[in-house]
Structures are given as structure tokens and as C-alpha cells.
């Protein structure tokens, strides 16, 4: 899924999902079938000092765009729904590989057309029903036939030909050409007798009735928004009831407070807005109680450029600036950042130089330009560029075009993100020298103004899955707009023939080494068109309290985060600490001082609860999955 710190959970959303082996999913789709098993066991809970509720609660800088499964992308909204729901399959904790979700295994046919799910008999739905092949074929079949419902995670589904139950333990999807993703369709299955009655897909965003029905390792009871959601545990979770009563993500608009409540033991966890900032990680790692995680993440750090906004059908909106129209200037504006710099000075090594559009920690996938292809810092070879498309300067050292205008851009900036101010200041500078003028429009929301088109550049960002088709599809013609201004599944507007040409190919390739080549040609054609360029790739930093945490694991479980895993297993899986307990308030969403609140994931967080880890969907409408 989506955060536009970009990051949609797609589908965490949003769509939006570690050192794959070689295409996790991809291997498990060839090998045909996959051995039903329970290789996550949860570990066993230690004792409590008395009988009270624990609660654990998690400071986060972003807030819930939608509680619809259908419409969110930001991190923290399909990170919740991966609480709430049960997906057909899961991501290993350990290697992210493809494992059992709500279906115990997975085989195709010799063509590799049909695909037929095992439904698991143990899941229920959390008012008593049963969860069955039922909920998963209505599921899908709404997202192939209502535009509303496709919003999020649409990009699954547009090969489905038809998708039917057999019976209660039997789903059947017919694809119209082989598909690559069907052991790692990120789609939240959700209870066809609750859904039905929704009438529009397109404006509901299931935060009216509560408790939200659902069959995952935990039941949302409450939200509040910009403040508070919380969940308690599923006792009836097929997989085994969560160790802590009761989950809160609490919001804080500024991320020092957060670290300040967790300083005082208010919250067990903090992760940023995605990550710590430097000098928050360092004001902790001595901190009496408290544990920095800082580890390789799955995200990155992108300039975004609007290529003019527009629907499917070709019509224009939105008030994107025309040079950016030109190849050269983009490419102009991307040989005018120094990433070295950004690295050494805002991420202060909490990063790796950013390359192509798929992060180092997914080896099969990770791409690098060739030396003669970088669009390598370089001041002199963009003013060049610059003075070829057109743009000259004055005498006042101002770029201008044929007509006179001078070269202005703004550029867009999440304002509880202090990477992004940062960045925006030196791009300042940069482009200043260069004669380009640009103004940096830091907003609480920025996802408005980017749907509308009303942007010229932005910064941007994905957390990435183990299988990168999503991150891949939202910049394919068909994740357009089919009206102006509204939500869509395309990141930046862009559509571009063959990049689609690319895309389908990779989307039908099962072997795993032909398919990353192909991923790979797509990040080369991606860098080309210069629409989208990475600038780093930030560690997941994160802290949590050692004495309120018994156990925890990272995902990969060999130094891999905590926050915003592809998958749910930090918070179900987490183990309180010995006499930790407390209650959260209702009006607050928090808990009371000295609260016990604990975030962990048992991948077999044997032997010595002492693993730690990091953490995951986007950066620029403010975390897409």
C-alpha cells in the first residue's frame, strides 16, 4: 500500500510490500504448490504481575487515510488493515518467502491460467461466521467490476478473467495471461456479508460501526482521527491469539514530542515519519531503557516530477509547469542534486546513495545505471542541458524561457517530514546556482494538491514489498485517474508505452531469473524518462523501550525493522514484559504513564528475546504503502 511519504500500503495501500531469494513469490508460483504449515508459531508469553490489560501503544507521524481496504495506501493504514484482515498468503518473517495465509496452499494448472486456493477451515470472521472461499471470490470480483473498489489494489486484479468458490474451502481464478503475483496478491479478504451492504465503494471509509468485523490477529474497536486507533487482540486468530490485550497507534503531529513520550514510557515504540531523524536516533541510543533499531530499509527517497497531469481518456488537468514537459530539464534539475551530500549531511549515514527505483535490501531486483546512463552530479552538464532545451540565463543570472518567463518551480514537501525541509533547502541552493528558482510548499496534506495535478515536483517515496509489481504498476497508463482530480493508483501521472510494454512482460514471466531481468529493464526505463529519480535510501530507524518489550523480531528476521512489515508479525507476536500492564485511555487513544506497550514479532523470536530490527509504503501524499 500507499505513504505519499509515498508509500501505499497496497497494497500497507497501497497500496505497498528484504532480501528476496530470487522472487519469493515467483519461486513458490513454479514450484506449484505450496506445503500448508505454520513456521511463525507465537512464542510463549510470560507471566503478568496481576491480571490487567496490557496494552501496547505505538507513536506514529502519519495519520489514517482511509479504514477501507479499498482506498488506503498510506503505511499506517495498510499496515493496520494486515492487523485486521487475513491475505490469501503471507511474507516469511525470516526470508520473505511465500507462506500460508488464509489459504493453506496454492497450485496452478499446467498453463498456468487456473489457479485453485485452499481455504483453511480454522479462520473466522470476528462476529462468529466462518471464513470462507466465499468472502475471497466476492472480494475480488468486487474489485474487478466496481471502480470504486479497485482503487487501492486494482492493479491485482486487472488480469483476473473470472474468479469463483467452488466450494467453502475452494477458490478458483481464471487469469486472461500468466501472472507472476499469485502467491503475493496483497488484497485484504474481506467478510462478504458486512461488505454487500456497502453502497459506494468509491466514498466509504468503514469508520462508522465498530468493532470492524475481521479475521486477522487483531479487531479495531475505535478511532479517532488524527489521534488515535486502537485494536484488541483476536483471541479466535487461527494462528494464535497476540500476547498483548490491546494495540494503539497513537498520533503525534510532531515527532520530538513522540520521542519525548516515549522517553517518559507514554509509548513503547516510536518509528518517525518513516524513520528517526539523526540527531533523535542519537539523543536515544544512551537513553536508560530504550533500544535504537537502525537497520537497511525497504523505502526510498525520490524526486517525482508531475509530466502533466491527465485521466485515462487524455484530458488535461491541473497546473504542472510545461518545461517539465522537456527530458532535458528534468534531467537537467537531476544532475543539480548531490546525493553525497544529502546522505553525509540530512540522513547523516542513515542511508545509502540512491540509484534505481527498487531498494539494495531486494538483491534480485536492486539495478544500478551504467557509468555512461548516471545522471551523475554534475552542475556544468546541467547548465548545458539547460541552455539546449532553451532556457538561458539573464543577467540577472535568472533561467528564462523563449517567452521571458523565468524558470520557477515549487515543489512539494510533507511538513512533518524534516527530510524533506532539509532536502528542499540545499535543492535551493542547487538549482539556485543554476538559475532555477524554486519554492517549497511544506503542507499537512499534500495528497490534494497532488491528486489535482497542482504541482510542478515533489518529494516522494514507496516502501517496497518483496514482490515489486505494485510499486511497479502505479506508474503504468492504467493506474491513470478515470476522472480529474480524483484518487487513482498511479503515483505521478505517468504513462509511458514502453514502460507498459515492460511491465506486462514482467507481470508474466514465472521464472524468477528472467522476470527480475526484466523488473530491472523497467527501473532502466524508469531513470531514462527522468520522472522519477531516487536520491536515497533510508535506513529504518526506530527505538522502543527495553523494559515494556520481552521479545521482539525484525523482518528480516536478520537485522530487518519492526514498523510497517509486510506482514503482522512485530505486534502479534510481541510478548509484554514481566509485571507490564496497563490501560489505554478512551478519549486519548494513549496509555497512562509508565504504560506498558510492546511491539515484536515472533518468527520463532526464540532463543533470547533480544532480536531487533527496523522498518516499511510511500513519500509523497504522505506514506503510500
Not at 501472472?179 to 469508520?207: C, G, R, Y
Request: aromatic share 10%; with cysteine; glycine share 8%.
Amino acid at each position: 500500500m500507499v505513504t505519499r511519504v509515498s508509500s501505499r500500503t497496497p497494497r500497507p495501500g497501497r497500496r505497498l510490500r528484504t532480501l528476496l531469494a530470487s522472487g519469493a513469490a515467483a519461486l513458490a508460483l513454479t514450484a506449484g504448490a505450496v506445503v500448508p504449515g505454520n513456521p511463525l508459531a507465537p512464542a510463549p508469553s510470560e507471566a503478568r504481575a496481576d491480571g490487567g490489560k496490557t496494552t501496547l501503544t505505538v507513536a506514529v507521524a502519519q495519520s489514517v487515510d482511509s479504514l477501507s481496504p479499498f482506498l488506503a495506501q498510506r503505511l499506517l493504514s495498510t499496515s493496520i488493515h494486515r492487523l485486521m484482515y487475513d491475505y490469501l498468503t503471507n511474507y516469511d518473517a525470516k526470508d520473505s518467502r511465500a507462506i500460508p495465509g488464509l489459504a493453506t496452499a496454492w497450485e496452478p494448472s499446467e498453463d498456468k491460467l487456473t489457479w485453485t486456493y485452499t481455504i483453511r477451515s480454522d479462520s473466522k470472521w470476528s462476529d462468529g461466521q466462518q471464513a470462507t472461499a466465499e468472502d475471497a471470490a466476492w472480494t475480488f470480483n468486487k474489485m474487478m467490476t466496481d471502480e470504486g473498489a479497485a482503487t487501492s489494489n486494482g492493479s491485482f486484479v486487472g488480469n483476473f478473467e473470472e474468479v469463483t468458490a467452488t466450494g467453502k474451502d475452494k477458490l478458483v481464478i481464471r487469469l486472461k495471461e500468466p501472472q507472476a503475483t499469485m502467491a503475493a496478491l496483497d488484497v485484504p479478504i474481506v467478510p462478504k456479508h458486512v461488505w454487500e451492504k456497502v453502497d459506494d465503494f468509491s466514498k466509504f471509509n468503514n469508520d462508522k460501526d465498530f468493532p470492524i468485523v475481521g479475521n486477522g490477529p487483531f479487531i479495531l474497536t475505535d478511532y479517532k482521527v488524527d489521534s488515535y486507533v486502537k485494536l484488541k487482540a483476536n483471541k479466535d486468530f487461527w494462528r494464535g491469539s497476540p500476547k498483548f490485550d490491546e494495540l494503539v497507534f497513537r498520533y503525534y503531529k510532531d515527532q520530538d514530542a513522540a520521542v519525548a513520550a516515549l522517553r517518559k514510557g507514554e509509548v513503547s515504540f516510536v518509528a518517525g515519519s518513516p524513520s528517526l531523524t539523526p540527531a533523535q536516533s542519537a539523543s536515544l541510543e544512551n537513553a536508560p531503557d530504550i533500544k535504537v533499531n537502525d537497520a537497511p530499509g525497504r523505502r526510498f527517497f525520490a524526486l517525482a516530477v508531475n509530466p502533466g497531469a491527465r485521466t485515462k481518456d487524455g484530458e488535461k488537468f491541473g497546473d504542472g509547469h510545461p518545461a517539465l514537459l522537456d527530458q532535458k530539464v528534468r534531467h537537467a534539475l537531476f544532475r543539480s542534486v548531490d546525493r553525497k551530500t544529502i546522505i553525509d549531511k540530512v540522513f547523516q549515514g542513515h542511508a545509502v546513495e540512491g540509484e534505481g527505483y527498487i531498494p539494495p535490501r531486494f538483491a534480485d531486483y536492486f539495478w544500478k545505471p551504467s557509468a555512461e546512463q548516471k545522471l551523475s552530479y554534475d552542475p556544468a552538464a546541467a547548465a548545458a542541458l539547460l541552455d539546449e532545451a532553451g532556457y538561458r540565463k539573464n543577467s540577472a543570472g535568472k533561467r528564462v524561457g523563449k517567452d521571458g518567463r523565468p524558470l520557477d518551480f515549487r515543489i512539494l514537501c510533507h511538513a512533518t517530514d524534516p527530510n524533506d525541509k532539509a532536502i528542499g533547502k540545499y535543492l535551493q541552493e542547487w538549482w539556485g546556482d543554476l538559475g532555477v528558482g524554486l519554492k517549497v510548499d511544506c503542507l499537512d496534506n499534500v495528497s490534494d494538491p497532488w491528486y489535482a495535478g497542482e504541482y510542478d515536483l515533489a518529494f516522494d517515496g514507496w516502501s517496497v514489498n518483496p514482490d515489486p509489481d505494485f510499486v511497479l504498476s502505479i506508474h503504468t497508463c492504467a493506474a491513470l485517474p478515470a476522472k480529474a482530480k480524483e484518487s487513482a493508483a498511479t503515483d505521478n501521472f505517468i504513462c509511458d508505452k514502453q514502460y507498459d510494454e515492460l511491465y506486462k512482460k514482467q507481470l508474466a514471466e514465472y521464472d524468477p531469473a528472467k522476470r527480475a531481468e526484466l523488473v530491472r529493464q523497467l527501473e532502466s526505463r524508469l531513470y531514462d524518462t527522468g520522472y522519477m529519480n531516487v536520491m536515497a535510501y533510508p535506513n529504518a530507524v526506530e527505538a522502543y523501550r527495553t523494559d515494556h518489550i520481552a521479545s521482539i523480531t525484525t523482518m528480516p528476521s536478520d537485522g530487518g525493522n519492526i514498523y510497517g512489515q509486510d506482514g503482522y508479525w512485530s505486534w502479534w507476536s510481541a510478548v509484554p514484559a514481566a509485571g507490564a500492564s496497563s490501560s489505554a485511555s478512551s478519549d486519548s487513544g494513549g496509555s497512562s504513564t509508565g504504560v506498558l506497550v510492546g511491539v515484536g514479532i515472533a518468527v520463532v523470536v526464540l532463543v533470547g528475546g533480544g532480536l531487533l530490527f527496523a522498518m516499511r509504503r510511500r513519500s509523497t501524499a504522505e506514506d503510500r504503502e
